[in-house]
């Protein structure tokens, strides 16, 4: 049981905009930072968002985060798909209840 | 650049422990940064299981894995080890050691992982 909730799946043409939302709660996405992860099959996850928007070194600006306070949801945006977008993408937060990072179960994006 | 090297795939019985080992090189391993250890059974999604700060051994561990999994570190060789002991086959997984981006940083930017370790229990 997850406590970050994702849908399991999204999908979109090349070159189109996809949004992956990310919802939780106060103890976590409401009060604490979001980050954002990129999995490819068999391959260690990747950093792809922190501190809510923030890229790290060589993640491109097709990739943005927003979150929202009071409705404890953020949303990774992804704009000019491409078929190697394809992959599993999680969401993350420290939750201050649990004193643990928590994360969602993640997105299946298909490029269609 | 940071390097987090895992030590190979295990195959353990029920009951039994594994001891999962993470090298770091690229970075000053005794200053501020911590390390932790995140989990993905086959099929399944990412799960944490605690930090430890190197240099200090501060260890924080998710409530589920507080009474069996134990992390140190050994410094001379900059190194961190996850052992979970009582092992069930529920534990199979690929674990993977990680670090924050910054330095002092606790768990906003997982942003350097190992490569992975398959744990394997089975009897």
Redesign the interface.
């Known amino acids: 049981q ?1 406590v970050l909730t994702q849908p399991p799946s999204v999908s979109a043409a090349p070159g189109q905009k996809v949004t992956i939302s990310c919802s939780g709660n106060k103890s976590n996405i409401g009060t604490q ?1 979001v ?1 954002w ?1 990129r999995q490819f099959p068999e391959k ?4 792809l968002l ?2 809510n928007d ?1 890229r ?1 070194s060589g993640i491109p600006d097709r990739f943005s985060g927003s979150k929202s306070r009071p409705s404890a949801t953020a949303t990774l945006d992804i704009t000019g798909l491409q078929p190697g977008d394809e992959a599993h993408y ?1 969401c ?1 937060a ?1 939750d201050s209840s ?9 997105t299946w994006l298909t490029v269609l | 650049q940071v390097q987090l090297v895992q030590s190979g795939a295990e195959v353990r019985k029920p009951g039994a422990s594994v001891k999962v080992s993470c090298k770091a090189s690229g970075y000053i391993f005794t200053n501020n940064y911590y390390l932790h250890w995140v989990r993905q059974a086959p099929g399944q999604g990412l799960e944490w299981l605690g930090w430890i700060n190197p240099n200090t051994g501060a260890t924080l561990y998710a409530q589920k894995f507080q009474d069996r999994v134990t992390t140190t570190s050994d410094t001379s060789i900059s190194t961190v080890y996850m052992e979970i002991s009582s092992l069930r086959p529920d534990d199979t997984a690929v674990y993977f050691c990680v670090r924050p981006l910054h330095m002092g940083e606790l768990t906003r930017s997982l942003g350097h992982w190992g490569q992975g370790t398959l744990v394997t229990v089975s009897s």
């Open positions: 997850t930072y980050c992860y260690a996850p990747q950093l922190y501190d923030l790290p999680y993350a420290w649990l004193r643990a990072v928590v994360f969602g179960g993640g």
